[in-house]
């Protein structure tokens, strides 16, 4: 059988004007999680991510603790990119205003509120620019390319928590809820391990940190 590890990428900049920048604790969690699988002699065969830039930055991250570089060595595959929850959470704003979290909301009631809005998204409640089947679609393109990797091989997949969620409920054959209750868990840098032959496909681990789980560093551990 092959392998391929899916990572969701560091801790972004929530609340700020650009979302789409690691975090400096970002950073540090994407270093230290390429530094622990250094000391576990563990390496990769194809590298490979969406084309977002927190995903890019998290692939340099990685590569940075392994001692190498992603540079002209890696795939870029957008369709792992997020779909839009600022667009989903916009729309279900308007269609449910009273729902909608105040000013001065916890982030808490901000994930709430995005777990509502997912629903609505694939019950066709609500239409972003990206329809629910779009989505479902795109992500299980990506899951065909990343299992066209040769017998025996190890991938790195660097994408978002959505966009892993969609492909876990796909492969693990669950309900539409799955996505978000899954999109609400997945730590930043958390990794998920699978093993794929030619007939299956089969989830070995989910939402490990094991580079974070460790005392001085939990405090590192985030979902945003």
Known sequence: MAEFILVRHGQASFGAEDYDNLSDTGW???????????????????????????HRQTLDGICQGLGNS?????????????????????????????????AHASRADFYRFLKQGMLAWAAGEISP?????????????????????????????VSSGGAIAMMLTQILGGPVSTVANLNMQIQNTAVSRLFFSAENISLHSFNHVPHLDRDGRREYITYS
Do not use: M
């Open 28 to 54: 540090q969690q994407s270093r230290w999680l390429g530094e622990y699988w250094r000391d576990k002699g563990i390496y990769f065969d194809r590298l490979i991510c969406g084309n977002l830039t927190r």
């Open 70 to 102: 992603s540079e002209n060595s890696h795939t870029v595959l957008p369709q792992l990119n997020e779909f839009d929850f600022l667009a989903v959470t916009q729309c279900y704003r308007e269609r449910y205003p009273q729902r909608a979290p105040g």
């Open 129 to 157: 620019v990206e329809s629910w089947l779009h989505f479902e679609a795109r992500i299980a393109d990506a899951l065909k390319s990343i299992c066209d990797s040769p017998k025996g091989s190890r991938t790195l997949v």
